[in-house]
């Protein structure tokens, strides 16, 4: 596919695609909006094609960009290929004035059309101004059915980008049906698992065994589905699967979007009701209701390393079949219907706000049980939220740069989680490179603790009442030395979770802790802003 041709209008080449139409360009498209410094004119500049040099944008250098998928990583890329490549047939103001608007960009198809624009200002093409977004109902108003036409040429972009975000709330998503959907489902399913003489091995409830066919990069790329759920989607011809039943199956709005979590009461008496907000982790399946097509959503944008020991993508997320239900309808509504999401989930924190008022006791919110802030409008969401209910405390914990150093209302506490994209990582330390201010969470790895856990003789642990994991008091000071040394802290600063909780309410003003947490503890030093870093013991 010629990319030239398709942006500067010639009749489409795709497969499938209408002939006979007219095909505006994206400068076209969006040539009256006026944000960018004037030109001499208003038609192309006729001086000519590139010439190829290495001093230009190419074709091959957009193509690379597209293959990204986080937007900050895009936009770090864009303003890379800007500063080392740049279009010399261009003013330098005009240069300057797309290295700084990339940072007001709000979604990775925007940067990746704006560095189309570049190119083509560099080849000589009128370029009056960009947009922050590709959605043209604005357009559509002002510019009548032409937009219609030119609607068709922005579509074919997005699907050679793979950066669709055609759901009212943007999120970084594509479409996921017809052969890839009967496969994964296949895979899902598995083939039975056979004993010697061909019969069908069982568990000792019975049901029969199988073999999974899913791959290893299926826990990363691809949404999490029980597979309970699909054999109950086969079809009668034992063949395929109902991709409209899993439609249905999403579309249904959940009764409730408040989870329940524990209900704690501290040393001093004081109780708190914790409840969680969220959705799938990594990447979420979802219903695009607009176009009545499924999609795969990605969830946690700002994901790095944190993939392999996703705390999400265990216990009860994988275990209980109704949990990637809940979190594809909540996905689901949250994409397609923001406005009825916010009002609903206003409407239960108030009730349950009301509720600890007559009952005693706080409210506390984590937002994301699993999942994280996929988009900056999503991120606005939630602190909006949070601004209208400045009686009930919130939290998170997040990989996404953004909403860890940037403003939030004084009742959300975010906790930056190591274990991020190496860009989202990137800008952190860049801001705070020993992460001395940024309230953070880190996992610890192993080898720092296990030898001092409480065992008994066979070498299992020996857990605490509430089930949690124990280090031998006599071995504390040992930890925190370990601990101080690892993440350059002081060990005075390192109090254990029981210490804390003993005197969380009589820290001064000004003075900041670390507080040790281990499996089975609470997760009441994630939402105190004297606590700076939670050391979260690997489990």
Avoid at 36 to 51: H, K, L, Q, T, V
Avoid at 109 to 126: P, R, T
Avoid at 412 to 430: D, L, M, Y
């Amino acid at each position: 596919m010629n990319f030239k041709e398709l942006l500067e209008g010639a009749e489409p080449k795709m497969p499938g695609a209408p002939s006979g139409i007219k095909i505006m360009t994206p400068q076209q498209f969006v040539a009256k909006s006026g944000d960018m410094p004037d030109e001499e004119s208003d038609e192309e500049i006729a001086e000519g094609p590139n010439d190829g040099s290495e001093d230009n944008f190419t074709i091959d250098d957009i193509k690379r960009l597209e293959k990204v998928r986080d937007l900050e990583t895009l936009k770090a890329q864009a303003k890379e290929l800007i500063k080392g490549k740049p279009a010399r047939r261009m003013k330098p103001e005009k240069i300057s004035w797309f290295y700084n608007h990339i940072d007001t960009l709000r979604n990775p198809l925007a940067v990746i059309k704006m560095m189309y624009d570049l190119m083509l200002a560099g080849e000589g093409h009128k370029v009056i101004g960009s947009k922050n977004s590709l959605s043209s109902n604005s357009y559509r108003q002002r510019f009548g059915e032409e937009v219609v036409e030119s609607e068709e040429h922005l579509e074919r972009i997005r699907k050679l980008s793979g950066l669709d975000e055609a759901t009212k709330l943007p999120a970084q998503s594509r479409e996921f049906g017809g052969d890839e959907f009967q496969d994964y489902m296949k895979r899902i399913a598995g083939t039975p698992d056979l004993d010697k003489s061909g019969n069908v091995k069982v568990d000792k409830k019975g049901n029969e065994k199988y073999v999974s066919g899913k791959t290893k990069t299926d826990k990363y790329k691809m949404p999490y589905i029980h597979r309970s759920s699909v054999v109950t989607y086969l079809s009668p011809d034992g063949k395929t699967y109902d991709e409209d039943a899993v439609k249905q199956t999403l579309a249904q709005r959940p009764k409730s979007l408040l989870k329940q979590n524990e209900k704690m009461k501290h040393s001093n008496g004081e109780l708190e009701q914790f409840f969680n907000v969220g959705f799938a982790a990594l990447t979420g399946i979802a219903l695009d209701q607009d176009t009545n097509k499924l999609i795969i959503v990605n969830t946690c944008p700002g994901a790095g390393s944190c993939k392999v020991d996703c705390f999400a993508m265990k216990g009860g997320k994988i275990q209980f079949k109704a949990a990637w239900q809940s979190d594809g309808r909540i996905l689901t509504y949250l994409l397609n219907d923001p406005d009825g999401f916010f009002n609903q989930l206003s409407g239960e924190i108030s009730k349950e706000a009301a509720l600890g008022k007559k009952g005693g006791y706080t409210v506390t919110i984590r937002w994301h049980d699993a999942g994280d802030f996929f988009s900056p409008e999503y991120q606005d969401l939630a602190f909006k939220m949070a601004a209208q209910h400045p009686d009930v405390k919130f939290y998170a914990y997040t990989k996404i740069a953004g909403a860890a150093l940037g403003d939030k209302p004084d009742n959300f506490i975010v906790n930056w989680s190591e274990g991020a994209h190496t860009s989202q990582e990137k800008q952190v330390k860049a801001s705070d490179a020993k992460l001395d201010t940024t309230k953070n969470s880190r996992i610890v790895p192993d080898e720092l603790f296990q030898d001092l856990l409480v065992k008994d003789e066979k070498g299992n642990l020996v857990k605490g009442g509430d089930g949690q994991w124990q280090v031998q008091p006599e071995k504390l000071p040992e930890l925190k030395q370990r601990l101080a040394k690892q993440y350059g802290l002081s060990a005075n600063s390192i109090l254990s979770y029981d210490e804390y909780i003993a005197k969380r309410k009589s820290i001064p003003a000004g003075m900041k802790y670390n507080v040790i947490v281990a499996p089975g503890e609470g997760d009441i030093s994630a939402n105190d802003p004297n606590i700076i870093s939670t050391l979260l013991l690997r489990h």
